[in-house]
């Protein structure tokens, strides 16, 4: 077992805004759907614009920095070790067997997260920027000739806005339950919160330069 | 170091934006100081008309005193002849029907019905004088009542049935040389007691607001900025602003409140927008008829019903009319939340001679839907009853209600529907099969007056609610908050309580199995050591 810096400052930074800013959506979100009455209906539909705007930010910033530091290639999909993965989730985690696949700053991601989160990035996350900023600037003609987004009917973006949410909501909780499925229960999220975590790994002294380097 | 750099500069952007969410800066709303401004100043006459000699004698008729005011007005009168005070008919485009010409003298009402063969009555909100019958002779300039709009002394009324005459007890000098810019009881005498009361017809429009406060109507609150109706219908040329949908059927010369507020009033983007759709009142009249009730419901079809042979009046515990023999029964209404309809400015109405096609009859009809871009959702008075009809040729009845005297066919003197209708109809220059029964009528009023300080405007879940919206039933538009998609909200919450599921299970099996595994474990250790 080695102690790695595994996620960078503005790595952490910008998963921690971004789960604030979807779940304070979400509760804003569905309050402005009607699900239920909490900060008031005027003040939710402005909050949910003011954090729709943070996070539209937050999301330019991590695109740079994806393709800047090459983080993005974490992404790419690997189909080898997919089946070992899925059988490790639905069995092997049952009987006690090790990880199907290592963990590494390199690799840090297995090739079901990696897939997961890809489709968050292409899918989900697309659907509900496009459909919010549809939503957001829905107008009809007025008397101010403001820009018109009225040919697609508000039902329809609404509708996948929503779907979207749903989605989302579904994932958090499924993401969420598995950060506990690391090497013990919280080394996941401490490794989320401080950015360091024991990984084991053949290459040790490979791994200590690269540390360096990063500090 | 860095990190602490890092964190402060983290939380003060946090702090930031929580009070940029909490904080609401009271910005002053200029556009509506301004407005303050000038509305503030009071006009003042620039002549005094006492001085004048050509006022200062005996009038013996209320004709002479308009001869006086052409005089030195010597044009004015024309404008009053050309205008929708004045005629009881103008001509415009109307959907469906093509150009028409249509006012009181062809479309009919569910209060009183119509104006056609009742004119000696009708003709007390006439601004004219000598209306006896329909051949009143709409271009003779002496006939133009000037005082009935002009009169400062609060001396001058009409005459009850008086075909449009001032009562004998009206001091004519007085009145003409106190003549100045309407008041509101110069158009209150009219508008405000239409229907046959206080309230009756608009609901919006009473005598409550002579003098009221700024929580019943902003504009015109003594306590307020006390306008006049004036201030906001002027009237170039004699022409006035603003349209009254009983009777009007076009989009034009319309007044709307953002002629003086325009249609960015709010400090707030978000309300600005909704201006496109939604027109002012519908925020900022949540109630009507605030004062004092106004009629919600005619029954004419109970009228008749006579005590002894003589007709009857029964008032409630609040003393408004809830019958009259000669006009049937009456539900009446206070504080009243509007329902709301599309109107984009343009109305049809049912005139006299159209064939009944749908029931309830709808006697006008405001145009528009959410499909329509020009349509905005407003606030509406329905006035809903019944009235006479014929099932025979398929026509509304136009009934002579009024006479001076018994035995002339009037409703309200002799008590005989079929003579009233057979005398109403001839007037009219229709068919009337001996036949008639009641039929069940609608008829819309926008509600425009009584605008609630701002603190009092809707909130934005009034119309914005799952349940009890205000627009509960304006269904032809999605409106969030309002509306969902059933099967998505059913869907989506299957998804997340499978997902809760699904972890949970996932995480009992993890720890039964850990629990196991550990068993299995320590019996090997067991095992081994026993070994």
């Known amino acids: 077992m080695q102690k790695v810096y595994i996620y960078k400052k503005f790595e952490r930074f910008w998963h921690w805004t971004q789960a604030a800013l979807i779940f304070f959506l979400a509760i804003t979100g569905f309050e402005v759907h009607g699900s239920f009455s909490f900060l008031g209906y005027e003040q939710a539909v402005e909050s949910h614009r003011v954090a729709a705007w943070m996070l539209l930010i937050l999301i330019a910033f991590s695109i740079f920095w994806h393709f800047t530091t090459g983080e993005w290639r974490q992404y790419i999909p690997t189909f080898s070790k997919l089946q070992a993965q899925l059988r490790y989730y639905t069995l092997g985690i049952f009987k006690g067997e090790p990880h199907p696949t290592r963990k590494s700053v390199h690799k840090k991601l297995n090739p079901l997260q990696a897939l997961t989160y890809l489709g968050f990035k292409l899918v989900m996350a697309p659907l509900l920027v496009i459909t919010g900023i549809v939503y957001m600037f829905y107008r009809t003609i007025d008397a101010n000739n403001m820009v018109i987004v009225s040919d697609i009917p508000l039902e329809v973006v609404a509708f996948l806005h929503t779907l979207g949410a749903y989605l989302i909501i579904m994932f958090a909780i499924v993401h969420i339950y598995m950060t506990t499925t690391g090497h013990t229960p919280t080394s996941n999220i401490r490794a989320m919160l401080t950015g360091y975590e024991d990984l084991e790994d053949d290459s040790e002294q490979e791994l200590k330069d690269e540390n360096k380097k990063d500090e | ?531």
């Not at chain 2, 000037?146 to 005459?159: A, Q, T």
């Not at chain 2, 001032?166 to 405000?192: E, I, T």
């Not at chain 2, 329902?339 to 145009?367: C, K, M, R």
Request: proline share 4%; net charge negative; with cysteine.
């Open chain 2, 1 to 531: 170091m860095k990190k602490v750099v890092f964190s402060i500069i983290l939380s003060s952007i946090g702090i930031l934006i929580l009070i940029h969410i909490a904080y609401d800066p009271p910005l002053p709303n200029l556009g509506e100081l301004k407005l303050k401004q000038e509305y503030a100043i009071k006009p003042t006459p620039s002549v005094d008309h006492t001085l004048f000699e050509e006022l200062q004698k005996d009038f013996n008729s209320p004709q002479e005193v308009t001869e006086a005011c052409i005089e030195c007005h010597n044009q004015r009168h024309k404008e009053v002849i050309a205008s929708s005070h004045w005629n009881w008919e103008r001509i415009s485009y109307v959907e469906d029907r093509g150009i028409a010409s249509m006012g009181k003298s062809n479309v009919l009402n569910n209060y009183c019905i119509g104006a056609s063969s009742n004119e000696q009555s009708c003709a007390a909100c006439h601004i004219g004088f000598g209306m006896t019958n329909d051949r009143f002779d709409f271009d003779n300039a002496r006939n133009v009542d000037c005082m009935v709009c002009h009169d400062n002394s609060e001396e001058y009324h009409k005459g009850s049935s008086m075909a449009g005459y001032p009562d004998r007890s009206v001091n004519l000098a007085r009145v003409a040389q106190s003549v100045g810019r309407p008041q509101r009881m110069n158009c209150g005498a009219c508008h405000f007691y239409s229907g046959g009361g206080n309230n009756v017809k608009h609901g919006d429009l009473e005598e409550a607001l002579l003098s009221t406060t700024r929580e019943v109507d902003v504009h015109m609150a003594a306590n307020g900025m006390n306008m006049t109706c004036v201030d906001c219908h002027s009237a170039e040329n004699h022409n006035m602003k603003g349209k009254l949908y009983s009777v009007s059927s076009s989009d034009e010369n319309r007044l709307t409140c953002d002629h003086c507020h325009t249609s960015t009033p709010h400090m707030d983007r978000n309300l600005d927008l909704h201006t496109a759709r939604v027109a002012c009142q519908t925020c900022h009249i949540p109630t009507y008829a605030k004062e004092n009730p106004t009629k919600m419901e005619w029954r004419w079809s109970d009228a008749g019903r006579l005590v002894e042979g003589k007709p009857i009046h029964e008032t409630d515990t609040s003393g408004v009319e809830t019958y009259l023999s000669i006009k049937g029964s009456f539900r009446w209404e206070k504080d009243v939340a509007p329902e709301y309809y599309w109107f984009n400015g343009h109305a049809t109405h049912y005139v006299l001679g159209d064939q009944v096609d749908s029931i309830p009859i709808q006697v006008n009809q405001l145009l528009g839907s959410a499909d329509d871009n020009r349509s905005k959702i407003y606030p509406v008075k329905v006035h809903r009853g019944d009235q006479i009809y014929d099932p025979e040729t398929n026509l509304l009845i136009q009934p002579k209600l009024w006479a001076a005297e018994e035995g002339d066919s009037a409703y309200w003197k002799d008590f005989d529907w079929k003579l009233a209708a057979e005398a109403g109809m001839k007037r009219v220059g229709l068919p009337y099969s001996g036949k008639h029964e009641f039929v069940n009528t609608e008829m819309y009023w926008p509600v425009n007056h009584m605008v609630a300080p701002k603190e009092d405007a809707l909130s934005c879940e009034e119309c914005h609610r799952r349940d009890d919206s205000r627009l509960a039933g304006l269904n032809d538009f999605y409106m969030p908050g309002r509306d969902s998609h059933a099967g998505l909200d059913f869907i989506g919450k299957l998804l997340i309580i499978a997902a809760m599921a699904g972890v949970i299970l996932h995480g009992l099996g993890r720890i039964v199995a850990a629990i196991k595994n550990k068993e299995i474990e320590s019996e090997e250790i067991n095992t081994n050591y026993n070994q």
